[in-house]
């Protein structure tokens, strides 16, 4: 899944994590700050991953809280992530593709997420 720190549909997701698992879903998370490099959602996507515990990041990072890690540690993936972004031609997030290159746009709740993959 695609997810910019900073969206709220992202953030809606990101919320029900624990039942899309409970739900037999893997969730996978790219970078994908949606307004581009050089701004504050790039950043953020930076810290989180520059983080000791990167869930835990994630997780205040969506709450909106401040994080205090380095602004970038060197390797971090943002820029790939966001360049793959690209390449699918990704307008929005949360942008989820499955394992067959299907993807889905916007928000699905755990239980929609469970239907679609089960094919109704």
Excluded at 99 to 112: C, F, H, I, K, V
Aim: charged share 20%.
């Amino acid at each position: 899944m695609f997810t910019d720190v900073d969206c709220a549909y992202c953030r809606k997701l990101h919320s029900q994590i624990a039942e899309y698992n409970r739900l037999g879903v893997r969730v996978r998370y790219m970078f994908y700050p949606r307004s581009g490099p050089n701004t504050e959602s790039w950043t953020k996507a930076e810290q989180v991953w520059c983080s000791t515990n990167r869930n835990d990041a994630l997780t205040r990072a969506k709450l909106g809280e401040e994080l205090k890690s380095p602004k970038s540690c060197g390797n971090s993936p943002v820029g790939r992530d966001y360049a793959m972004g690209q390449q699918f031609d990704i307008r929005g997030t949360p942008a989820i593709v499955m394992n067959n290159g299907e993807m889905l746009g916007g928000y699905m709740s755990p239980m929609q997420l469970v239907q679609h993959l089960q094919g109704k």
